[in-house]
């Protein structure tokens, strides 16, 4: 079992910032911490930032490219995404994802709001 634990989420003014976290426990050496998802109402699913198992290579989604920034510590088995000059389009649920490494099965935390208004 592979448990993702999103934190960090909440209500920010235009502008702001914010730091989400996910936590992964449970059989994580089955798994690959990839990144941020997010989903806005009536919309799709969408890939934020990915991060490679080392760290050493990340892409973003071209609307948060120089704003957000995606990091991970594998002591601590956690990815942070840090967010910053939020915007209202950045309004949405934010998902943490992992991938089985055998299978390619995806796993996905709970979610975590995240509210961009003034």
């Known amino acids: 079992q592979v448990q993702l634990v999103e934190s960090g989420g909440g209500l920010v003014q235009p502008g702001g910032s914010l730091r989400l976290s996910c936590a992964a426990s449970g059989t994580i050496f089955s798994i690959n911490l990839r990144g941020w998802y997010r989903q806005a109402p009536g919309k799709q699913r969408e890939l934020v930032a990915a991060?490679?198992?080392?760290?050493?290579?990340?892409n973003y989604a071209d609307s948060v490219k120089g704003r957000f920034t995606i990091s991970r510590d594998n002591a601590k088995n956690t990815v942070y995404l840090q967010m910053n000059s939020l915007k209202a389009e950045d309004t949405a649920v934010y998902y943490c994802n992992a991938k089985n490494k055998w299978n390619n099965d995806d796993y996905w935390g709970q979610g975590t709001q995240v509210t961009v208004s003034s």
């Open positions: 991060i490679s198992s080392s760290g050493g290579s990340t």
